[in-house]
């Protein structure tokens, strides 16, 4: 079974500083995506941003970017020019090829941005 | 605008009790989702539909049904009540079967007594 874990419960940074959020991963599959997903307190869940396993370029999504490590399973977000409105839950998820839609998520890790 | 709507933001609930959790989308979606979050867990998949009246169970599927009678809702029921299922509860809905979840609901927090 895939796994994600997510081992830094929460994490601050200052306004406009660049924060990194860790998350690894757990799996036998060699097709798969990787996302990660934004929860602010209006509990909404947003998708942040996603990477295909194939390929070997990081995504990048304005100033949320990815370090994907396959070998090391290793999924990063790094958020650059940290801005107020970035304050929330973050969860990174892993889909399988045989998985359908069904996502596994990690723990989550509390974001605080700090004025 | 997409949308899924949750009947309810929050409910309190006794133990024993009967409780439908409900949601909409209004996108003509195949797939539905129900999803559990609990502090420390992160979401776990309950139960998903991937068309009417069709349902596969999640990872934690114990303690709940569901029912799909159109394409648009997709009910969530706790058929009794126990304080361990207090949490918030996520719909979601994707048009395609493989892919990401982008459409959730605002969810609701349930609480039983």
């Known amino acids: 079974a895939q796994t994600v874990t997510q081992s830094q419960p929460e994490m601050s940074v200052q306004e406009a500083e660049t924060v990194t959020l860790s998350c690894t991963y757990d799996t036998s599959e060699s097709d798969y995506y990787l996302f990660w997903y934004k929860q602010p307190p209006s509990r909404q869940m947003i998708l942040v941003i996603r990477q295909e396993a194939y390929k070997q370029q990081n995504a990048t999504e304005n100033r949320f970017s990815v370090n994907f490590q396959k070998a090391a399973k290793s999924f990063s977000l790094k958020i650059s020019d940290s801005q107020l409105g970035d304050a929330a839950m973050y969860f990174c998820?892993?889909?399988?090829?045989?998985?359908?839609?069904?996502?596994?998520f990690g723990e989550g890790t509390q974001l605080t941005v700090n004025p | 605008d997409v949308k899924v709507t949750q009947s309810s933001r929050y409910l309190v609930k006794r133990t024993g009790e009967k409780v439908f959790l409900e949601c909409v989308q209004d996108m003509d979606h195949e797939n539905m989702f129900w999803y559990r979050q609990d502090p420390g867990l992160g979401l776990r998949l309950i139960y998903f539909s991937y068309d009417v009246k069709m349902k596969e169970k999640g990872d934690i599927p114990e303690g709940y049904s569901v029912s799909r009678e159109k394409k648009e809702r997709f009910s969530l029921i706790l058929e009794s009540a126990s304080t361990n299922q207090t949490s918030m509860y996520l719909c979601?809905?994707?048009?395609?079967?493989?892919?990401?979840?982008?459409?959730f609901g605002p969810g609701t927090r349930l609480t039983v007594t």
């Open positions: 979601a809905s994707s048009l395609v079967f493989w892919g990401a979840l982008k459409y």
């Open positions: 998820a892993y889909l399988g090829q045989t998985s359908g839609s069904r996502l596994t």
